[in-house]
Every structure is written in structure tokens, then in C-alpha cells.
């Protein structure tokens, strides 16, 4: 079957500019993370959607990140004003449930900002 | 103490040998364990799910001791595809929360 999709799988974007990333999950699946990835670092969780329920937005570094999860499905993270620092692979994934069920992952963003 | 511990490695290994890497918990409670592979700039992708004492697919098998609160991963035959990053990741329990380890460099020499 279908795995988690992203789009676009590289963004080169200027100082200052808004970008969003698109993550589309297992069909089936109501847990969507979103969590970033920096050259030789470990993951950093952004944020969780469960089905409808209010997000967990703990981990997103900034005011200027923000994501949203539409129809419990498809879900955008939106970066504004972007700062060199947020050059990074924003990777997406989905689990069945959560807590205790396997994540897949989605291929990633790369995104460079100059 | 880190909630989940590996050792960064690298391992260098030549082809055909056996490896095994280990993996540290702190929260006893945990009930689900995963191991995923890593290439460079490649998003992970899952090797093995461990509910109970242990899995075995292949020339891959993960063992659970919860007594001493460790998985371990071994690979036996290796082979110069199976260089990677290697994550450990337990679900912490009664949340939402995955905890991934740093990750464990595997480097299979020719």
C-alpha cells in the first residue's frame, strides 16, 4: 500500500520567506507527527495530531512555525519568516494509533534557506 | 540518565561478520521497542518491532532483556548494504511520545 507522502522533497527558499511542507499520511492512520532533522543530529519532535483532538505544539521551536491537519488527514507545517537556522529535513510520520504502534515515515523535506 | 541510550559507534565490521548493538531504557513500564535503519539523508525506516522477548526476521534479531532494561540488535552475515545508522526507539509509556536513541553507526567494510 501507499506510504506517507511529502511534498515537495527539496525547498531552497531566501531569508525571509514563507514556506509550507505537505505531509499526506497512511491512509487509516489517526497519529501524524512532524519532526525535524538537522545535519548529523538526532530527530526533535515539532508537533502530534490525533485524530480531531487538539494538537501538542511542544516542540515547535518558534511562534513562526505552525501546522495544521485537515479532515484527519493530510497535514501542512508552515514556516514564516524563515531563519538559516531552520535549514533542515522536516520528516513526517504516521502510526496507526498512538503510543506503542511502529511510525513510518514519509521521505522528507530538505529545506535550505539562504 | 537519557531515556534511551545507544553508543554513537561507529562500528567497523567486515563483510560476512556477526554484530550486535545494544540499546538502554530508563522507564521500566515501557511495552513496545522498535529498531530503525538510517541511511545518510534518507528518512528511517523500520527493521524490527519487539513486544515481548524478542523478533527474528532474517539475518536480523532483537532481543529484550527487562530485567536489565535493554534491546539488543544482531546482525549476522553482514553485508556492505547494512551500513547505516541503526535508531533505537521506545514509546514512552502512557503517551503519545516516541524517545529515539542518537543512533548506532554500522560501517560493513569490503
Known amino acids: 500500500g501507499a506510504g506517507v507522502s511529502q511534498s515537495p522533497s527539496n525547498k531552497v527558499t531566501e531569508k525571509g520567506k514563507d514556506v509550507e511542507l505537505r505531509c499526506d499520511p497512511i491512509s487509516g492512520h489517526t497519529a501524524l507527527y512532524w519532526y525535524r532533522q538537522s545535519l548529523g543530529q538526532g530527530l526533535e519532535f515539532l508537533i502530534y495530531f490525533q485524530g480531531n483532538s487538539a494538537p501538542d505544539k511542544s516542540g515547535l521551536p518558534s511562534d513562526r512555525f505552525s501546522a495544521e491537519r485537515t479532515g484527519g488527514s493530510v497535514s501542512t507545517l508552515t514556516i514564516q519568516r524563515t531563519q538559516q537556522e531552520d535549514s533542515a529535513v522536516y520528516l513526517c510520520?504516521?502510526?496507526?494509533?498512538?503510543?506503542?504502534?511502529?511510525?513510518?515515515f514519509g521521505p522528507g523535506t530538505r529545506l535550505t534557506v539562504t | 540518565r537519557k531515556e534511551v541510550e545507544q553508543d554513537p559507534g561507529p562500528f567497523n565490521v567486515p563483510e560476512g561478520a556477526t554484530v550486535a548493538f545494544n540499546c538502554t531504557y530508563s522507564n521500566s513500564a515501557s511495552q513496545s521497542f522498535f529498531w530503525y535503519r538510517q541511511d545518510c539523508r534518507k528518512e528511517p525506516k523500520l527493521l524490527m518491532s519487539?513486544?515481548?522477548s524478542g523478533n527474528e526476521d532474517g539475518r536480523f534479531t532483537a532481543q529484550l532483556n527487562r530485567a536489565s532494561q535493554y534491546i539488543s540488535l544482531l546482525i549476522r552475515d553482514s553485508k556492505l548494504s547494512d551500513s547505516a545508522t541503526y535508531l533505537c526507539v521506545v514509546p514512552r509509556s502512557g503517551t503519545y511520545k516516541y524517545i529515539f536513541g542518537t543512533g548506532t553507526r554500522l560501517k560493513v567494510l569490503a
Open positions: 519487539v513486544y515481548s
Open positions: 510520520a504516521s502510526s496507526l494509533s498512538p503510543g506503542g504502534y511502529e511510525q513510518y
